[in-house]
């Protein structure tokens, strides 16, 4: 039974297409992870099954009969409830609608693990149909049971978890590839066979002139046989040229992304001390105690992760470390790095600017290098073309925003680098990205995290647990 048809559906905004003459159908009970890159379209999709959103062609179908509740990722702030606690309260009371269908625009964001596991547990026990945009695998193998890939302007539906789906793309890329050789290789046969006919009748007819002066009988092919062998030979290479064409359009499509090559270069020789970071009997306060017992040390080249509840002070303590200005007290002894020897990157990316251009942003970050110089670091974090270093902050992708804030920071290592719920709200792309610059980076980390799959992919981060 459907619940929803989206027919002929097509959504197009001023800079891009999100959807292209989509159909698809929403089952009841079934439960569905949209997943793709960001600026995709996933949100707007979920948009258009909510209502919200209408189509600029197609049109949407929904049983009569039919409730929905929904939440969003951008929740009103509300006092004195943290990102975690206002997902919480959003989903308890979207779950008390009762709806048949919900809606869900990336719930995990901003939950710590004790929350993570309980929206597990309440989305398992739901008895509807449920929507999904996430990029958190744990949420989406547990949970869902169909994927829709959104991507230029399709939507690709395979039913099973997302590893599933993984791995059936990497299945097709290489039936491609195993189908493009032995494509290439019937063409060069025919090819070879054809030159090889061509040069046998060249010699026929030599033969042939011969035997006529010589008043001898020529044995020549008939031209008509000769016709009909090339055009045969023509019309397979013509067939195998537009195969080649077809698969190699559909190869394009399913290829992998580039990657990036990370280089990092340090501005200054490193300190003899390998102490980066050391603190005694820390208390962190406001009104009211927030952290005691502060016990912590880092070292140069350590990874370092702070993990708790939502609201246990993980940020704040970053804050301090960082040199940032803060509204607590702080007690105890600290020993830390300079203020301006630290890196902090934000859900936010606050540092960089909406007006600045990507190739202006890296110059500011690098005022002794030359522009070749930048240019190359720029394209190893893929930026290559003078559109890409051209564009300005503020129409920047989130994946863009974090590729090149991690190129300023791979291109001036700092003492210190402190990435708070770096992990949140990025792409399947994107993720993987930050992952393989932080496992090659060889400067000392301090993360803020619940994402315990991308600290295990990171490698050798260690844990601080804030909340015992």
């Not at 290592?413 to 393989?436: C, F, Q, W, Y």
Request: glycine share 8%; charged share 20%; hydrophobic share 40%.
């Amino acid at each position: 039974m459907s619940l929803i048809q989206l027919q002929g559906i097509s959504l197009v905004f001023p800079e891009k297409t999100c959807l292209d003459d989509v159909n698809l159908s929403l089952q009841w009970g079934q439960r569905v992870a949209i997943v793709g890159d960001n600026g995709s379209g996933k949100s707007s999709l979920l948009r258009l099954i909510q209502g919200e959103l209408l189509p600029q062609a197609g049109r949407v179908v929904r049983d009569s009969a039919l409730t929905m509740a929904m939440l969003s990722q951008h929740l009103p702030a509300e006092d004195g409830l943290s990102g975690g606690e206002a997902v919480e309260r959003g989903l308890t009371i979207a779950l008390g609608m009762h709806p048949d269908l919900l809606l869900l625009d990336e719930p995990s964001n901003h939950l710590d693990r004790y929350r993570q596991r309980a929206l597990l547990s309440r989305l398992s026990r739901f008895y509807g149909t449920l929507v999904i945009v996430s990029h958190d695998l744990t949420l989406i193998d547990t949970v869902c049971d169909t994927i829709w890939h959104v991507a230029d302007g399709k939507v690709h539906v395979f039913s099973g978890c997302y590893q599933d789906y993984l791995g059936e793309q990497q299945r097709q890329r290489t039936a491609q590839s195993r189908e493009m050789q032995l494509l290439k290789r019937k063409a060069l046969a025919l090819h070879e066979a054809r030159m090889a006919e061509q040069e046998r009748a060249g010699k026929a007819r030599q033969h042939g002139v011969r035997s006529i002066a010589q008043r001898k009988w020529a044995t020549v092919r008939s031209p008509s046989k000769l016709g009909r062998g090339n055009e045969t030979a023509g019309k397979q290479q013509v067939e195998l040229r537009e195969r080649c064409q077809l698969l190699a359009q559909q190869m394009a499509q399913s290829a992998l992304p580039p990657d990036i090559v990370p280089h990092f270069h340090f501005a200054a020789p490193l300190s003899a001390d390998r102490l980066v970071v050391q603190i005694s009997n820390g208390v962190l306060s406001f009104a009211q105690t927030l952290l005691s017992g502060i016990h912590l040390t880092l070292s140069r080249g350590q990874r370092l992760a702070l993990t708790g509840r939502n609201g246990c002070g993980k940020s704040t303590l970053a804050n301090v470390i960082a040199g940032r200005p803060v509204s607590c007290t702080v007690r105890g002894e600290w020993i830390l790095p300079a203020a301006s020897t630290v890196a902090y990157l934000d859900q936010r990316l606050s540092d960089l600017q909406a007006d600045e251009s990507v190739l202006s942003t890296l110059e500011r970050h690098t005022p002794g290098w030359e522009s070749p110089r930048r240019r190359q670091h720029l394209a190893d974090f893929l930026f290559r073309s003078n559109t890409e270093v051209a564009k300005r902050g503020a129409v920047l992708s989130g994946g863009e925003r974090v590729r090149l804030a991690l190129a300023c920071v791979a291109a001036h290592v700092p003492a210190l680098l402190i990435l708070d719920e770096i992990s949140n709200h990025l792409d399947m792309r994107t993720r993987g990205h930050v992952i393989k610059v932080l496992r090659d980076y060889p400067g000392t980390i301090l993360l803020i995290s619940h994402d315990e799959a991308f600290l295990d992919e990171v490698g050798d981060v260690e844990r601080y647990a804030l909340d015992g």
